[in-house]
Nanobody
């Protein structure tokens, strides 16, 4: 099991930017995908973005499309989430997670579940957007 550690969270004003990082210890298999979930108190987990490790195919939820960009650095075993034009509703704990990516199920397998349902997940980093 790959260990994942997130960093980069913090407090920012509306319209500002943050970049989250997720470093994986151990090898990430080419058939895996990594992504970001977020959760606000009392709400379900929301899968906001994902990237396939080998091909770099990406997914964005409608709520972040056009504002967030996910990328990976294979040499550093790291996934990034660049978050621009942040809104108060982006306030949440953001979790990195990883698991196999199957063409038969696609990103659908990552939706509607908890990051702890996947093979690997991190402890989360708080993002607060407030004036």
């Amino acid at each position: 099991q790959v260990q994942l550690v997130e960093s980069g969270g913090g407090m920012v004003q509306p319209g500002g930017s943050l970049r989250l990082s997720c470093v994986a210890s151990g090898s990430i298999f080419s058939g895996n995908a990594m992504g970001w979930y977020r959760q606000t108190p009392g709400k379900e987990y929301d899968f906001v973005s994902g990237i396939t490790w080998s091909e770099g195919g990406t997914y964005y939820s409608d709520s972040v499309k056009g504002r967030f960009t996910i990328s990976r650095d294979s040499a550093k075993n790291t996934v990034y989430l660049q978050m621009n034009s942040l809104k108060p509703e982006d306030t949440a704990v953001y979790y990195c997670a990883a698991d196999k990516y199957l063409r038969t199920t696609g990103w659908g397998a990552f939706l509607g579940i908890r990051p702890t349902d996947l093979n690997s997940w991190g402890q989360g980093t708080q993002v607060t957007v407030s004036s």
